[in-house]
């Protein structure tokens, strides 16, 4: 069979319904058609051509049929020609108006563009001649003004000559500069003239201001400042006025002084004289600088805007240095402060050898000292926080602020000098919380109808009051300081003196001296421990106010976490209480447990394998429960009145603890019957009812193993105790452990061995 020829891309498609490979009408095919010798395959390519042929002539018969729809849009399509045409000629002359109005319109715009030029030139020359106007009335009136003394008017004057010179002067240049002469001379003339007007009215106001100064005439000060600035003296006005602000101060600054350095002397020459007031004097030189920073702000605004404020604040606080560090030294001199710490050195280096021997400064005296460095101190952090304030307003309204405007108050001379009263404030403020502590301790003593002893009543007030005190400073450095105080005092000489009251020997004689509870001793020994108990409340409560009152003081996150960190060793010092205080019960309880043991040893000759007479006979005279009891109300019940509600119970459960093991091993010893399990039940129960009714405390918890022993004893038989333990045991926790079940069901002498090794627990 011969190879078709290949497809060439002019050859027609092939018709619908004909393939496309089978039929290449191109220059090839005939040759191709002649070289053919299979009859079956020219059959085939003949029913292909015929195939072909009849879709091409189906594909005809399509595109006639449409010939008549094309021929009615051909004829539309001459129809609308004939109305572009129309359309065309339109548009051709509206785009011939188009262009002569918009010419038109550019000829009305620089006509109207030439009138404004025209009109804006009409206008600046008005302008100017009202400004030459203007200066010549502003050169007359400044003189006028000048003579009549009017001098707010002849600076107003100054100012608007000045202000029209700087508005105009490009126009005075050009004229200068284009050689007019008579306009250049009247130019010039007027400003020379207008100059030397300004001069002599610099001159006047600055005698005046001066003068006024001098006069302390107040009112005139502020008339003739407010004067600079028309003048374009901003700057030399803002130093002058607060040059002024600063000598107002400093006078009345010195005569408060020579009123404190007149009483220091008549009191050094022994005579009457009222004591020195150096907190008022210190209180009143920031109230003068805070007033003039406060009531001339208006002005020093206007003066040089919100650097004015600034400005005014450093050079205030200049003067504030040099005269509050000069009334500082003048006070730690006066109540010889250098001179008390080393007298309170020498006194605690001695007391390191001979306890008592060595009497310090007097501690009423240190109070007052105190409370008047607490009242410099809080005044002086006020003062500061004021004046940060004003320095932190004019920074936000835009003022410029220098490293040394920001830290003008904190390393400045003033607060050095309150740094070193604040050292001198922590050594006294020391001494004075130990000394108070000691004496609180020395003359402590019973107070009628209270629990406690006199001394933790008033160690607690003293170490209240001064660490209150050395938070109200606001310096943290001392807050410190006087934390850490308490937290000596407490770990060591208050603690002492609560173990020495606890410390008894022989407590168990002295207390049951003749086999009765001695009521002096009960008494001094509840106090004791109540002095304890009622110290470690105070503790947690004394470290909770304190923590609250320091997040009210301090803001910075870091002083904060100081402050807690140190607070969070009182922590430690209730705990340390606690086991003070677990000591001394310990102590007591065992003074107690010897009345209680004999009659737990009398328990062991007890017999429990009972008959329903011996049954009966125990319920109503039981052989050992009452005595007990008896005997624990006459050693311990009568201790609650004089113990805290916490002690009591605390006792309570010791003896509790001492009775419920005591009588596990002496029960464990035993044999029992049902009856006697029976009775078991019946014991625990009176002693669960008594004690629960001796302690607020729950007391079921303590007999939990001996109430379940009774249970398992006084089963019917062995399988029973399947019903109570494991899945069965419902709320009951079970405290014995499976092999201490099987010991406890192998006392009853009815119960088989081999029965309870069965068991499955």
């Known amino acids: 069979m011969a190879v078709p020829a290949p497809q060439d891309p002019t050859w027609p498609a092939a018709a619908p319904g004909v393939l496309p490979s089978a039929l290449h009408f191109g220059p090839g095919m005939l040759e191709h058609i002649r070289n053919l010798t299979d009859v079956g395959e020219m059959t085939r390519l003949l029913h292909e051509s015929i ?108 100012e608007t000559f000045l202000h029209l010179d700087a508005e ?59 004067l600079f600035r028309p003048l374009g003296l901003e700057d030399e006005g803002l130093q002058l006025y607060v040059n002024y602000l600063r000598k107002v101060i400093s006078l009345r600054a010195g005569d408060r002084f020579e009123v404190l350095v007149e009483a220091i002397e008549q009191i050094h020459a022994g005579k009457s004289a009222p004591e020195p007031d150096f907190v008022g004097s210190i209180n009143e030189l920031f109230k003068d600088i805070a007033v003039a920073v406060q009531e001339n702000e208006e002005i020093l605004r206007t003066l040089s805007g919100e650097d004015g404020i600034v400005y005014a604040i450093k050079e205030l606080q200049a003067e504030c240095d040099s005269r509050g560090t000069l009334l500082l030294k003048r006070y730690m001199d006066f109540r010889r402060l250098g001179r008390i710490e080393k007298e309170i050195a020498s006194h605690n280096n001695v007391n390191l050898i001979t306890v008592g021997v060595s009497e310090g400064p007097d501690p009423r005296q240190i109070e007052n000292f105190l409370e008047e460095m607490l009242s410099i101190s809080q005044s002086s952090e006020d003062y500061m926080q004021f004046m940060m304030t004003k320095i932190r307003e004019a920074e936000t309204a835009g003022a410029q602020l220098s490293p040394r405007a920001a830290n003008v108050f904190r390393n400045g001379a003033y607060n050095r000098s309150v740094q070193d009263l604040t050292v001198h404030y922590i050594v006294l403020e020391e001494y004075f919380m130990g000394e108070n502590v000691r004496k609180a301790i020395r003359i402590d003593e019973f107070v009628p109808d209270a629990l406690t002893s006199s001394m933790v009543d008033d160690v607690f007030y003293v170490l209240q009051s001064c660490s209150r005190r050395a938070i109200s400073t606001a310096n ?89 960190s140190c607070l969070a060793e009182l922590g430690e010092t209730n705990n340390i209480f606690r086991q003070l205080l677990n000591a001394g019960l310990e102590q007591l309880s065992n003074s107690v447990t010897p009345r209680l043991r004999i009659i737990l040893d009398s328990v062991g000759v007890i017999s429990y394998e009972l008959t329903e007479a011996q049954y009966a006979e125990n319920e109503v005279n039981n052989p050992w429960v009452q005595k007990l009891l008896h005997t624990v109300d006459t050693s311990a019940a009568w201790l609650q009145s004089v113990m805290t509600t916490n002690i009591y119970d605390s006792f309570v459960h010791l003896i509790i603890d001492f009775i419920v093991k005591r009588l596990e091993v002496i029960m464990m010893q035993k044999h029992f019957n049902q009856l006697g399990g029976l009775q078991l039940d019946r014991d625990a129960r009176a002693l669960v009812g008594h004690f629960s009714a001796m302690t607020q405390r729950t007391v079921r918890d303590k007999f939990a193993r001996l109430t379940q022993m009774a249970t398992i004893l006084n089963l019917e038989k062995v399988s029973e105790i399947l019903d109570y333990w494991g899945e069965n045991s419902g709320p009951m926790t079970w405290r014995l452990t499976p092999a201490e079940v099987r010991r406890i069901l192998s006392l009853r002498v009815d119960f088989k061995s081999e029965t309870i090794q069965s068991l499955r627990l």
């Not at 600055?206 to 006069?215: I, L, P, T, Y």
């Open 51 to 158: 195939a072909y042929q009849r879709g091409i002539d189906n594909e005809l018969e399509a595109l006639l049929s449409q010939r008549h729809e094309l021929e009615k849009k051909l004829n539309g399509l001459y129809k609308s020609a004939e109305v572009l045409e129309l359309v065309k000629a339109d548009s051709d002359q509206m785009l011939s108006s188009v262009r002569s109005t918009c010419d038109l319109a550019d000829r009305v715009s620089s006509k109207v563009r030439e009138l404004d030029l025209a009109q804006s030139r009409v206008q600046a020359t008005l302008g100017r001649i009202d400004a030459i106007v203007d200066r010549a009335n502003c050169i007359d009136g400044a003189k006028r003004a000048l003579e009549s003394e009017d001098y707010e008017a002849a600076a107003k004057y100054v």
């Open 168 to 226: 105009y002067s490009d126009t005075i240049a050009a004229r200068e500069a284009s050689g007019e002469e008579g306009r250049k001379e009247t130019a010039s003339e007027q400003r020379r003239q207008l100059l030397e007007s300004k001069q002599n009215l610099e001159s006047v106001i600055r005698k005046k201001f001066s003068a006024a100064v001098e006069q302390r005439d107040h009112p005139g000060v502020l008339r003739f400042v407010k």
């Open 476 to 564: 943290v450095q001392s807050v410190l300081a006087a934390l850490n105080s308490v937290i000596n005092l407490l770990n060591n000489e208050f603690k002492e003196a609560l173990h020495r009251k606890i410390r008894e020997p022989n407590l168990g004689a002295k207390l049951f001296s003749g086999g009765v509870g001695i009521a002096k001793v009960g008494t001094e020994v509840a106090t004791s421990l109540n002095n304890v108990d009622i110290s470690s409340e105070y503790v947690l409560k004394l470290r909770h106010e304190l923590e609250e009152h320091c997040s009210e003081t301090f803001s910075a996150p870091a002083d904060r976490d100081k402050v807690k």
